[in-house]
């Protein structure tokens, strides 16, 4: 899947994120959060929002759905999709931005929020300034293949 995405694509990438919202443990905020990243070749990975008591170890979907995707060995994704109930389409938080932008600074996101209004960006405008490793003496290539 190298061309741009259609609308299809869009919209089912959409569906898959929307069709686990329920699924999202949130229940300090009440505000649920299904995620779904694409990869290149057609594969979905999904995510939601899993709180806790203490409440910072709580993990936003796309990070879950970051989880999903390199557990099942999968890394090369090209765009993610958030869905919330929100009345202005949400973009992942600053923390899942830079996590999005290690995957590929490229990422396409799509958020729909209520009524499936929906706003698009590359991570890339997101985030502009992402951390990219600068200082950092690298141990492993980036590239290290799945084992
Ligand atoms: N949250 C996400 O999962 N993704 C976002 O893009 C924004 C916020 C979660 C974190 C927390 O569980 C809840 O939404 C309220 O902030």
Do not use: W
């Amino acid at each position: 899947m190298s061309a741009p995405l259609s609308q299809a694509d869009k919209d089912a990438l959409v569906a898959a994120a929307r069709a686990v919202q329920h699924r999202a443990y949130a229940p300090y905020s009440g505000f649920h959060v299904g995620a779904a990243l694409l990869t290149r070749d057609g594969k979905v990975h999904c995510g939601v929002n899993v709180e806790n008591a203490s409440y910072p170890v709580g993990a936003c979907a796309e990070r879950i759905a970051i989880g999903a995707a390199f557990t099942a060995g999968d890394r090369d994704i090209i765009a993610v999709a958030v869905a919330t109930d929100a009345p202005i389409p949400v973009m992942p938080c600053g923390m899942c931005s830079q996590a999005l932008f290690e995957v590929s600074p490229e990422l396409l996101v799509i958020a729909s929020g209520a009524g499936d209004q929906r706003r698009e960006v590359r991570v890339r405008d997101v985030l502009p300034f992402a951390y990219q490793g600068e200082g950092l003496t690298p141990v492993e290539p980036k590239s290290e293949t799945t084992r």
